[in-house]
């Protein structure tokens, strides 16, 4: 069983940075694609950033520029480095493994974390 445990939300004004951290545990399991998505209240989720196995990022317009994915040197452990956070950044946010991405697109696997809360105030 393949667990993937958020950490590193919380509140922020606009302007800051937080970093969130993705990590994998449970049965040998690496982080080769992984995506981060995230939730605002009364929105479906979206897509925010993904990685693929080859190292290629791709991030959701809102987010190019301020947010950057990466993954730790033994893929167990996945970031997302968030910059010039804004208001409307405040949301859950998940991170999914399992997936894999083809051209810019990024199919979700089964693997998602709990989640964690970023709120950011104006």
């Known amino acids: 069983q393949v667990q993937l445990v958020e950490s590193g939300g919380g509140l922020v004004q606009a302007g800051g940075s937080l970093r969130l951290s993705c990590a994998a545990s449970?049965?040998?399991?690496?982080?080769?694609?992984m995506a981060w998505y995230r939730q605002a209240p009364g929105k479906q989720r979206e897509l925010v950033a993904s990685?693929?196995?080859?190292?290629?990022?791709n991030y959701a317009d809102s987010v190019k520029g301020r947010f950057t994915i990466s993954r730790g040197n033994l893929k167990v452990t996945g970031y997302l480095q968030m910059n010039g956070l804004k208001p409307e950044d405040t949301a859950v946010y998940y991170c999914?493994?399992?997936?894999?991405?083809?051209?810019?697109?990024?199919?979700?696997?089964?693997?998602w974390g709990q989640g964690t809360q970023v709120t950011v105030s104006s």
């Open positions: 449970g049965t040998i399991y690496t982080l080769n694609a």
């Open positions: 999914n493994a399992g997936g894999y991405s083809r051209g810019n697109d990024y199919y979700a696997g089964d693997y």
């Open positions: 990685i693929n196995s080859g190292g290629t990022t």
